[in-house]
């Protein structure tokens, strides 16, 4: 079974891939259309769209993560496969119809695992073992993706295998095997930090969309000083049918609010490989 390794940018599935050998590894970028989102080296902006055969205007995760998967191309000395699915833009417009919130989480499948199934199902087409980045702390989460496999330990995935009639034919493919090296190793985040202190590769300070439901309030206010054009962007999103964030609060308040807060930027991340995943 071939191994696999999802980059997320961050430093654990960094980690992951710097240290436990695999026959390929993947990165899967979440597009905006918006250009107030612009991503501002141009020529760097060409080089991502060459890697992912799509138009690349933004990102709305930190834009460092772009610099990340490039610098980590030249540490391992291996490619990095690029995958993207269709615009955050358009998932909120014909996918979700509101913001992903904790009850749905659209986002995930639709900008990480989809275009994740789709170059595995193109590249492979057969189960691959695929290394996940939960560290030794968070068994919890291990156990709860390992509930969701089949009876052979592998995770399936709803896709269209055919056609009947002119309507499509769905089936649960069986597609990952999940495997949790760090966990395994007993390795910790202050081993992976001190792993990356002295190392040529640059990292956001959080991982996920700067406007990730996970984040709280306070990590939310900071991002929008850091990138308010893409703060801005979750609040254009909010209101009618789309809906709020969560109930007691909008995006629009977090950045039009003076209230000092305390917060960890790496307090919601998800660093797995996926996105908020659980």
Aim: glycine share 6%.
């Amino acid at each position: 079974m071939k191994k696999v390794v999802s980059i997320s940018g961050g430093q654990t599935s960094a980690y992951l891939a710097a240290n436990y050998p695999a026959d390929d590894y993947v990165f899967a970028l979440i597009r905006t259309s918006d250009k107030s989102c612009e991503f501002k080296d141009r020529k760097l902006a060409a080089k991502v769209e060459e890697r992912i055969q799509m138009p690349f205007v933004g990102t709305l995760e930190d834009d460092v993560i772009i610099n990340t998967i490039f610098d980590l191309e030249q540490y391992l000395g291996k490619a990095i496969n690029w995958v993207s699915g269709i615009t955050y833009d358009d998932v909120v417009k014909y996918k979700g119809g509101w913001l992903p919130n904790k009850l749905h989480r659209y986002c995930t499948t639709e900008m990480k695992i989809k275009p994740l199934f789709e170059w595995w199902q193109k590249k492979f087409n057969v189960p691959v073992q695929m290394m996940i980045g939960f560290r030794a702390n968070e068994q919890s989460r291990a156990k709860r993706m390992l509930e969701k496999t089949n009876t052979d330990g592998i995770l399936e995935y709803k896709a269209i295998v055919g056609k009947r009639g002119n309507q499509n034919k769905w089936a649960m493919v069986a597609w990952q095997k999940p495997v949790f090296p760090l966990i395994d190793d007993a390795i910790f985040k202050d081993d992976i930090q001190r792993y990356w202190m002295d190392k040529p590769v640059r990292f956001a300070k959080a991982n996920n969309c700067v406007g990730c439901f996970h984040r709280s309030i306070g990590l939310l206010k900071a991002m929008s000083e850091i990138y308010p054009e893409k703060l801005a962007w979750f609040a254009k999103q909010e209101g009618g049918k789309n809906g709020y964030w969560r109930s007691d609060l909008s995006y629009q308040k977090i950045i039009e609010s003076n209230m000092q807060f305390t917060f960890d930027f790496e307090e919601s991340g998800c660093d797995s490989g996926y996105c908020g995943i659980s």
